[in-house]
């Protein structure tokens, strides 16, 4: 009796939230993955499907638009973590130099995340006009004032790199967050490890190398991973700045058009499972490593 | 009617309008049926117009009460997200606005609608709409729909002085004149031809295979033996990638790309009717061009005496929780009264033959003079000859071609998705 009376509370405490998240997060993702192994390819029709197996989850494949949106995303993926987190790093690095009005900088640094992705790409998305020479508007505009005429690209549409265009908004947005991690980050090395590094004889650039940037692994990691998730899903940012258009087409893009416009469920499940396994493919490992790490401690 | 582009607000209404359609308003005043009439007028001029026909209702209806079920969002696309869903729940509104045509398909094969032939026996609809309009929605011999409107999609826009600069007459009036032209405004520097974002490439290419396959191979690729690999669809994509070469920098959508041509900075655009509304109308919704002077129009090249049309109608569905009140709309969507009412303030014509000629000024009298007058197409990008599966699949085809320009490819795309269409 006393036994329950110790778990009982507890669990009627959380229990609203472990019914809601089983119903609603993995309720719904499991219905998601059973509807994208039917043959439900008809939105209104009022049938089940058949169960197909994994038919359309090697069958999209052949579609080139998926081929090119998996490309995107990857090429997006790239640009924007790697962007992010160098230039959070860069400005945390800086910041932790000790510079006058560290609070004020940081402040700015910090304004974008407090900003929409939608809110974003409506700017971005005139400042990343296409049009070039006479015609310009946005930054190619103020490439032409600047003399600077060769920098004109056309940004997003740019049939290869369109998508490392797409990437810059999301850096703006998000590296003030990466500064502040890490920031905490450089925080949390000791003063009296540097002392000792530099009493050994190291150089100041020898301190981060062998000193501060090895105890940022873990700080990069989940930097890493919170960047990588919001990537692969990213839809909001892509539908503001340019719309449904294959040029800027990526995974959430195609899963909205294809339940939306095609009005193929099936198909739409497909994509969205595949969103969800490419996000665990970051996320699983570093669940692992982490539990891992709390049992040892 | 306007954009395809998914836009900011739209997205946010879609889901604030989820609920708020409850049925009954309690109240206990003298029982007042709500009749549920859902549509996306809800841009400047059609919110009007559909207001007018409210009225007009209100009066011919003393017991029913209008309710207004606009969802925003130019060209429906938020809207009809939500369509389908009440649909697939069998949780129709008592009646709502589709794109006349293959659009409506997909409702119809499921048996989500109601035919209508009735209505258009009691109203007589047969003899006042154009006969091969009647044909073009009809599915198996019967009518699903009332068109209200009708907007034209193969107009060419241009801007008579960048026309006289590069040293052209007048309008082309076929493609390989149409080509030659954007030769020679290229040659002033000027943009050929403007174009917006992807949706208004589609609306460039249906234009395009109008006017390079004629009237009745065009309207025979909608039909069970269509060829579209056929060696004149080749020279017609083949065109449409000689055409794509003279165009400028996408805009963001249709509006951007006309404004090219009315500033003068683009000689011409292909876009649908409503664009004359964006260059004619007073500054706080148009450009308040001069027409015949700022900017001018003509049927797109090749395409003279042929109408491709689009319509916005009003349907029946199943099951419609207060089905006389959707008739009563429907009468009023279908009469003179209410057509006339309406399509002045849209900007569009009434697909009625017997409007009053007097509410129509400028290009609408020359518009309705053609509708009159001219052979029938129907628009791909806007809902009438292809289902919503073929048109996403002919959409993806046009953006993947974009890109690669590769006629060949282009070409099997479109032939398999008019084999996979299931239309």
């Not at chain 2, 309406?342 to 290009?363: E, H, Q, T, V, W």
Request: one cysteine or more.
């Amino acid at each position: 009796m006393t036994r329950v009376r110790r778990w009982l509370p507890g669990l009627l405490l959380v229990s609203p939230s472990i019914i809601l998240i089983a119903i609603f997060v993995y309720g719904l993702l499991g219905w998601n993955f059973k509807l994208a192994m039917t043959d439900k390819h008809d939105e209104i029709a009022e049938i089940p499907g058949n169960f197909v197996g994994l038919e359309n989850f090697t069958g999209i494949w052949s579609e080139e638009r998926w081929g090119l949106s998996v490309r995107h995303a990857i090429v997006f993926t790239v640009v924007f973590v790697g962007g992010a987190l160098v230039l959070g790093w860069f400005l945390a690095f800086l910041m932790e130099k000790g510079i006058r009005a560290e609070a004020g900088f940081r402040a700015v640094y910090l304004f974008p995340m407090a900003v929409s992705f939608i809110a974003t790409g409506v700017v971005w998305r005139w400042l990343m006009n296409s049009a070039t020479g006479e015609q310009a508007v946005g930054l190619n505009r103020l490439f032409h004032y600047l003399g600077l005429d060769f920098l004109q690209w056309q940004w997003f549409r740019d049939p290869d790199w369109g998508m490392a265009a797409m990437a810059i908004p999301a850096i703006w947005q998000m590296s003030g967050y990466i500064m502040a991690l890490f920031l905490a980050g450089f925080r949390g090395v000791p003063e009296e490890l540097r002392e000792a590094a530099r009493v050994d004889g190291c150089g100041e650039w020898g301190v981060y190398r062998h000193v501060v940037l090895p105890m940022l692994r873990p700080v990069t990691l989940s930097a890493l991973i919170i960047l990588g998730h919001i990537s692969l899903k990213v839809f909001d940012l892509v539908v503001a700045v340019s719309g449904k258009q294959i040029i800027t087409d990526v995974p959430a893009t195609f899963m909205w058009t294809a339940v939306y416009d095609s009005h193929d469920p099936a198909k739409g499940a497909t994509i969205a499972s595949y969103i969800v396994l490419s996000v665990a493919v970051f996320v699983v490992p570093y669940l692992i490593w982490d539990a891992r790490k709390g049992k040892r401690s | 009617m306007a954009a395809v582009a998914v836009s900011v607000a739209g997205l946010l209404t879609l889901s604030a309008c989820g609920g708020g359609d409850s049925q009954g308003s309690g109240g206990g005043q003298a029982a007042k049926r709500k009749v549920e009439v859902f549509s996306w007028w809800t841009g400047p001029g059609e919110a009007d117009g559909l207001k007018a026909m409210r009225e007009i209702f209100a009066k011919q209806n003393p017991n029913f009460e209008f309710f207004d079920a606009a969802v925003a969002g130019g060209s429906g696309d938020q809207a009809r997200a939500l369509l389908a869903s009440k649909l697939q729940a069998n949780q129709p509104p008592d009646t709502f606005q589709g794109h006349a045509g293959a659009e409506l398909q997909g409702y119809i094969e499921t048996g989500k609608l109601e035919p209508l032939n009735f209505l258009y026996d009691e109203l007589k609809l047969k003899e006042v709409f154009p006969q091969q309009l009647i044909d073009q929605i009809s599915v198996q011999g019967q009518v699903y729909s009332v068109p209200v409107n009708i907007h034209r999609s193969n107009m060419l826009w241009y801007n008579p002085s960048v026309l006289k600069e590069a040293g052209i007459d007048g309008p082309p009036k076929t493609i390989d004149e149409f080509i030659t032209d954007l030769e020679k405004v290229k040659k002033t520097g000027k943009i050929p031809l403007s174009i917006g974002s992807q949706w208004t490439l589609v609306h460039l290419l249906e234009s395009v295979l109008l006017g390079s396959l004629g009237t009745d191979a065009y309207n025979a690729l909608w039909t069970a033996n269509a060829d579209w690999s056929s060696p004149e669809m080749t020279k017609a994509l083949e065109n449409f990638k000689t055409i794509l070469s003279y165009t400028g920098s996408p805009q963001d959508d249709w509006q951007p790309a006309a404004k090219q041509v009315a500033d003068g900075e683009a000689a011409f655009n292909i876009m649908g009717d409503w664009a004359y509304g964006y260059f004619h109308n007073p500054p706080e919704g148009g450009l308040g061009k001069e027409s015949h002077k700022d900017f001018d129009w003509a049927p797109s090249p090749g395409t003279d005496g042929t109408f491709m049309w689009l319509s916005d109608s009003f349907t029946l569905p199943k099951g419609a929780p207060n089905r006389d009140g959707a008739i009563a709309w429907l009468k009023v969507a279908a009469g003179k009264e209410g057509q006339d009412a309406f399509n002045p303030l849209k900007g569009s014509i009434p697909a009625r033959k017997d409007a009053d000629k007097s509410l129509y000024k400028d290009y609408l009298a020359w518009d309705l003079e053609q509708w009159a007058n001219d052979k029938l197409a129907g628009s791909i990008q806007h809902g009438v000859v292809a289902n919503d599966q073929w048109r996403q699949a002919i959409t993806d085809a046009v953006g993947l071609f974009q890109q690669d320009k590769d006629v060949a490819k282009f070409q099997q795309a479109l032939v398999a998705a008019a084999k996979n269409s299931g239309q």
